[in-house]
Structure formats: C-alpha cells, structure tokens
C-alpha cells in the first residue's frame, strides 16, 4: 500500500509504503529510504513495532539521527573529511566535529529515493534507486544506487545494495535502524541480550576514528562471541567506553566479506523472547548503544527517547578505510559493481 506521508518545505511530497509477509510488516518512506515502522511478533503472538522513528515527516528532516535511513555514500566515519585516491585529493562534507559522517550533511538519508514495488514468487519488496552527482558531498564520480528491500515468506527483512559509478570513487552503504525488541518507546535496551561473531575489533581515538591496528576483544568489555547483555559491561572502566560513551565501534567480524551473507550478529529481548539474527557479506558491523539519544525526541507512540533506548548494528566495510590501506578495500572503478548484502530474520 502506497500513502502521503506528509511533505518537504519546497513542496514535494513523501510517501509511504507498507508491505506484510511472513508475519514481519515494514513501513518504508521514500525520502531517506527510511524503514518508518517494522513490526513483528512476540511469544505471545502481540505486535509491536521494534524500530525507532516519527510519525511526521518533519523531525526526519530537521532533528533525526539516521532512524531507519539507507546510508552513503560513505556509512561511518571518515577522518577529518578528506580522502586521497589515484594521487587526487578530496574534501568532503564535515558534520561530526572534524570528521564525515553517514556521507555528510546532506547524505542519502536526505534525499528523495524513487521507490516501485514487487513480487518475486511469494516474497514481495520495494527496489529504491537514486543517482548521486559527480561531486555531491564532495565524492568524485556519479554514482548510480540500487537498493532492494525484500520481505520473504519467511518474514526476512533482505537489503541488497547496488552502486555503480562513472569515476573511481569509494563506497559503504548500510542502513541504521534503532533496534528495541520489546518496542519502541518501552524504555532500555541493557536487559537485550547480544553475541556478534568476531574476536576483533577496531578501537578509536577521542574523535570515534579508528586508531592503530583491530585489537582482540579478549578480556575487554567488547568480548560478545558468548550472548551477555548489552548493560553488563557498558559502564566498565575502559577508555574506549568514555571516548563513545558507550559502545560505538566496528567488530571485525571473523568471517571477513563474504559473496553470500553468513549469521554474524544475534540480540534477543528475554521480556518479549522476540529475537533478531543478522547475516551480511560485509566484514565489519558497527555495534551504537544508543548513546547519544538525550531525552529531546519523541516517538510515534508519545514517548522520548533516552540514552540506551535503542541499540544500532551497522553491517559495513570499516571506518575511515579511505585513508587506511591495511583495511578492506571500499573502493569503486568504473566497470565494477558494488554489491553488498544484509539479512535480517526474527524469532
């Protein structure tokens, strides 16, 4: 079902989709290709949306961060904007301190996505495409995106991302839904139980940029290869944990990239036993405790959102990879296909 959503301050109008299939229902807008609502079920069968956002367009445009928007061109963080390739210096758009974040002040989470819908045998889905100028934001090349949202029968939130690109340019697309398992506005997600598969991870400086080589989360409070909740380590005397204010960091997780997408991350709510599993082909996954909600918005059901009320996993290549060569390569070439590819399935 397509519907006016509401509209943007020079007229145009936003609409929003909802598709229902295996018992997972998705809201979708058209600008930021933002995932308005998803809701599925608990033990008992109840619905409940388990994502944050707005129930009007305008907080979307002037005060959210990222809920449930497609991310680029560059998801994370690249240091102090600015990147060199091929022996060409580029400055990008700064908006988090000295640094790019999330492609910049007007990122894809901005801008308007053309959106059609379809049907693959019994799944159904909507294809998102937007073209990227040759410079926007300050990244070399137009870039030409395809996104597919796909909802199958078995209620598997499926994104696929595409990109091709006219110049050498780099690319890390993601999306960044604020994940609370017992619902949106029920308050803390510390009692959500977390494993992600990775014996590694990339500490950062007092900027959140990625500094020296990934260390192994042995013995730290990053150790998530065995489920413990999000809170039991969370306020750990660790100075990682005081430059994020919490978790805010790339797991390099132990599979590497992939060509198809491997179970990498689990988060289960034990209130509502509704769980979520993550498959991705992408090396790393940026796990956010939400640190950074201060209590100044609301959401669709009238309540604010508080620090550690939600919880974000970023399926990505690392941060600042542009200006680190040890890390995997986010760079795209004329005659290539970006492709990446995160599953999201519910219990």
């Not at 928007?69 to 963080?77: D, K, S, V």
């Not at 669709?300 to 959102?305: E, L, S």
């Not at 990879?321 to 519910?346: I, K, M, Q, W």
């Amino acid at each position: 079902m397509k519907e006016l959503f509401g509209k943007l301050a020079d007229g145009t109008e936003i609409h929003r989709w909802s598709l229902e299939n295996g018992g997972t229902r998705l809201k979708v807008l058209s600008y930021g290709g933002i995932v308005q609502s998803l809701e599925i079920p608990d033990r008992e069968g109840g619905y409940a949306n388990v994502s944050l956002g707005f129930d009007t367009i305008e907080p979307y445009v002037t005060e959210s961060p990222y809920f449930g928007a497609l991310i680029g061109r560059y998801g994370n963080r690249v240091g102090q904007g600015r990147f060199t390739l091929d022996g060409s210096a580029y400055r990008l758009s700064v908006n988090d301190g000295g640094n790019s974040l999330h492609g910049g002040d007007q990122g894809f989470d901005k801008v308007v996505w053309d959106v059609e819908p379809f049907e693959a045998g019994p799944d159904v889905g909507l294809r998102l495409s937007y073209t990227s100028a040759d410079g926007e934001q300050g990244y070399p090349g137009t870039l030409d995106v395809r996104v597919t949202y796909t909802l199958t029968e078995r209620g598997e939130w499926r994104i696929d991302y595409e990109a091709t690109t006219d110049k050498a340019t780099v690319v890390n697309l993601t999306n960044h839904v604020y994940w609370n398992l017992a619902g949106e506005g029920s308050g803390s997600v510390h009692d959500h139980e977390l494993e992600i598969a990775a014996a590694r991870y990339t500490p950062v400086d007092a900027g959140l940029i990625p500094a020296g080589a990934p260390a192994e989360v042995a013995g730290t409070p990053f150790d998530f290869r065995r489920a413990k909740t999000v809170g039991e380590d969370l306020r750990a005397a660790d100075r990682q944990l005081l430059y994020a204010k919490g978790f805010d960091h790339n797991w390099v997780l132990d599979k590497g990239r992939t060509d198809t997408p491997e179970w990498i991350a689990t988060l289960r709510d034990p209130s509502s036993g509704r769980t979520l599993k993550v498959a991705t082909t992408e090396p790393g996954l940026q796990f956010y405790s939400g640190n950074f909600l201060d209590g100044t918005l609301v959401g669709p059901t009238g309540r604010i959102y508080r620090q550690g009320d939600a919880l974000c996993l970023e399926t990505q290549h690392f941060p600042d990879s542009p200006n680190r060569p040890d890390f995997p390569s986010t760079v795209l070439r004329p005659g290539e296909t970006y492709r990446s590819t995160t599953v999201h399935a519910f219990e």
